[in-house]
């Protein structure tokens, strides 16, 4: 008598469980998934999806992209976060209708970043398309934007249907008057400009993020979002030694003393040993700060903070000093719950320098950082975590883009 033969079955799992254990994997194992299975194959793709990251995609792989979301529309609606850093040249392209095309698929889209990648080493391209219109006909509703790649005016079709859910808007390179009409954004909480003469008047503003050059009479303008401000990032480029850091935080103090969250970042800058120096200590304007729960200082100019009362300056270079430094902040400001600082310690070349693509660039410049994590009700009581980087991360520290 013939046996029967049983049919080969496939094992099933309910979603959420494939969800849950997709979202342990590491994203190469996701990607041999979609290829593999058809058990995690749809949760992988998920994922995988939902952020995008082409910032430093070469022009064929965002093309690639592009007509990948184009031919299949169910991937498109999967991408809920999308990064891009498009050419100079992109505006006498052909390739700017695929980049729109793409662009139009993805419905689910709630933040965007599209800002001008790293071809033209001295800036001078900033905010230059004048292909507004790829953005202005998309059907998504954001609720994060950032772009230093279109001229403003070129967006002014964009507010408006963008009303409905934007909260978190950054445009750096914006240095006038806010371009922005008063019944647009209603729900803007969250700004980066390039200074405080690019503010709004009358909107209450809980993040404020500033992209450049800021004199001190100019951070008076902050006083006008005092009631409502909590967080508030400053990032210097060319940081010179006629502004320091503790008249900075003297002015802040002064006026919007009870913010939650502040970062002093010195961006990229053309940096030689001959215009590195040190400063007096900006410990003591710590105390003036009444709520201040997180603060994160990043230094590529600045090598030591000199403070009277010690032998020895803090020098940023040392792991022993830099710990020693975020100790007495946390000591001086009794409601710090962390202090981030971060130094750069290589030697400078003197070449104009942006951020270091992730795994490529990242051995040029050398970096040493400490995070001082405290638990417990003030200086004195609880405990506090030290760990050591050598890689600075801004955008894990700061609380701008934070939900």
């Not at 990032?233 to 010179?240: E, I, M, P, T």
């Not at 900075?248 to 010195?266: G, N, R, S, T, Y």
């Not at 403070?307 to 400001?333: H, I, R, S, W």
Request: hydrophobic letters at 40%; proline letters at 6%.
């Amino acid at each position: 008598m013939a046996r029967k033969r049983r049919r080969g079955t496939t094992p099933s799992l309910p979603p959420e469980i494939c969800a849950q254990i997709c979202e342990e994997l590491s994203r190469k194992d996701l990607v041999t998934l979609c290829r593999t299975s058809r058990l995690f194959g749809d949760q992988a793709q998920r994922i995988i999806y939902r952020v995008v990251d082409l910032r430093w995609s070469t022009p064929g792989a965002l093309l690639s992209w592009c007509l990948a979301v184009t031919r299949h529309p169910q991937l498109a609606q999967r991408v809920h976060s999308l990064f891009m850093h498009l050419p100079v040249d992109l505006s006498f392209s052909s390739d700017v209708a695929k980049i729109a095309r793409a662009l139009a698929k993805c419905l689910n889209l709630k933040e965007l970043s599209i800002h001008r990648d790293n071809s033209d080493p001295f800036g001078f391209h900033y905010d230059c398309s004048i292909q507004g219109w790829i953005v202005t006909k998309c059907r998504f509703r954001l609720t994060k934007f950032s772009t230093s790649y279109f001229r403003i005016p070129f967006l002014s079709q964009f507010w408006t249907p963008q009303s409905e859910q934007l909260r978190v808007l950054s445009l750096p390179h914006c240095t006038e008057k806010f371009p922005i009409f008063e019944d647009q954004l209603p729900h803007l909480i969250a700004l980066e400009v390039g200074n405080t003469r690019a503010l709004p008047a009358d909107r209450e503003l809980q993040r404020i993020q500033l992209h450049g050059g800021t004199s001190l009479p100019e951070l008076s303008g902050l006083g006008a979002y005092a009631a409502s401000l909590a967080t508030f990032n400053l990032l210097r480029g060319n940081v010179k030694p006629d502004i320091s850091t503790l008249q900075i935080l003297d002015a802040l103090a002064q006026w919007v003393p009870d913010i939650l969250h502040l970062a002093l970042i010195e961006t990229d800058a053309w940096t030689t040993e001959q215009n590195l120096f040190s400063e007096g200590c900006p410990i003591g304007a710590l105390a003036k700060f009444t709520r201040l729960e997180t603060l994160s200082l990043y230094s590529q100019r600045i090598t030591a903070f000199d403070d009277p009362a010690l032998t020895e300056p803090y020098q940023l270079n040392d792991p022993v000093c830099l710990q020693a430094f975020g100790e007495a902040m946390l000591k001086m400001c009794p409601t710090l719950r962390r202090v981030v600082v971060g130094a750069r310690t290589d030697t400078p070349t003197g070449h104009h320098e942006w951020s270091p693509r992730p795994g490529v660039d990242a051995a040029v410049r050398r970096e040493l950082v400490c995070t001082l994590t405290h638990t417990g009700a003030g200086a004195a009581g609880g405990e506090t975590e030290v760990q050591f980087g050598t890689r600075f991360d801004f955008d894990a520290v700061s609380m701008f883009w934070k939900d």
